[in-house]
């Protein structure tokens, strides 16, 4: 279900919309700009995500697709799968490298 902008500030608890009021006249809207910039790169960035190991376009809208997030923390990286074998395929990969390399 879409909401309208007014309709989610209606349903901000009152502490909520006082932050909300601070950021947009103390820090010129900073924490907002940055929520709304990653929500929307977050948005875009599942709906060209593509399967690591065959190359098939994945559909953000359709459940049977996974996102495998990896590495370590400072050097995070994710894979998205179409289905359940390629990321079973995938970590099999995996695995396998990582025990030529050891």
Known sequence: ??????????NLEHEDLIK???????EGGMHVKKLVSDKIQQLEDNEKAICAVCGKPI???YTEHYKLIFGP????????????DCMEYFLKNLRDSKTIKE
């Open 20 to 26: 909300l009021q601070k950021d947009i006249e103390e």
């Open 1 to 10: 279900m879409k909401k309208k902008l007014k309709e989610i500030v209606d």
């Open 73 to 84: 923390r400072d050097f995070r990286k994710k894979a998205s799968f179409c289905a359940l």
């Open 59 to 61: 559909n953000p809208y």
